[in-house]
Every structure is written in structure tokens, then in C-alpha cells.
């Protein structure tokens, strides 16, 4: 069975995450092609956190809350 296309052309991903380099230094984040979400890895004073996003609307959310509260909210 052949793999569904792609929600996101490499062009469009490069432009959210060249966006997300601007707005967040030092953040690093990626369209995961096979997971079909988009990650960042967000370093902290206290660590460093992994946030995962279905949008990136929700990525930006998702890096701006990293340290505050567990992201997103509701059961795993």
C-alpha cells in the first residue's frame, strides 16, 4: 500500500521552522514525516523539553509553555 501524501510540502516546513528560529533562539524544532506532528526541542534553565504539536500554531503554544506546565494538557 503506498504512504499518504505528505500535509506539508519540505518548502512549507523549512518557512515554520525558519520562523520558529526567528521567534525562539536557541529552539530547536522539525515536521516529523513519519510521526505527522511537528516537534521542538526547547532548552531550559533547568533541562531541556521535547514538545510535540499537530499544528504549528500548537507548537508555538507548545514552545512557549514549555516550562511552565506539561504540554498539552489532558491524559497521555
Same mark, same amino acid.
Given at each position: 500500500?503506498?504512504?499518504?501524501?505528505? +500535509?506539508?510540502?519540505?518548502?512549507?516546513?523549512?518557512?515554520?521552522?525558519?520562523?520558529?528560529?526567528?521567534?525562539?533562539?536557541?529552539?530547536?524544532?522539525?515536521?516529523?514525516?513519519?510521526?505527522?506532528?511537528?516537534?521542538?526541542?526547547?532548552?531550559?534553565?533547568?533541562?531541556?523539553?521535547?514538545?510535540?504539536?499537530?499544528?504549528?500554531?500548537?507548537?508555538?503554544?507548545?514552545?512557549?509553555?514549555?516550562?511552565?506546565?506539561?504540554? +498539552?494538557?489532558?491524559?497521555?
Amino acid at each position: 500500500m503506498p504512504c499518504p501524501r505528505p +500535509p506539508f510540502s519540505n518548502d512549507a516546513v523549512w518557512l515554520v521552522v525558519a520562523q520558529v528560529r526567528r521567534e525562539f533562539p536557541g529552539v530547536v524544532a522539525w515536521y516529523g514525516w513519519a510521526t505527522r506532528s511537528w516537534w521542538a526541542y526547547v532548552p531550559l534553565r533547568d533541562g531541556a523539553r521535547l514538545v510535540e504539536a499537530p499544528t504549528p500554531r500548537v507548537l508555538r503554544e507548545a514552545i512557549e509553555n514549555a516550562a511552565h506546565r506539561p504540554f +498539552p494538557k489532558g491524559p497521555l
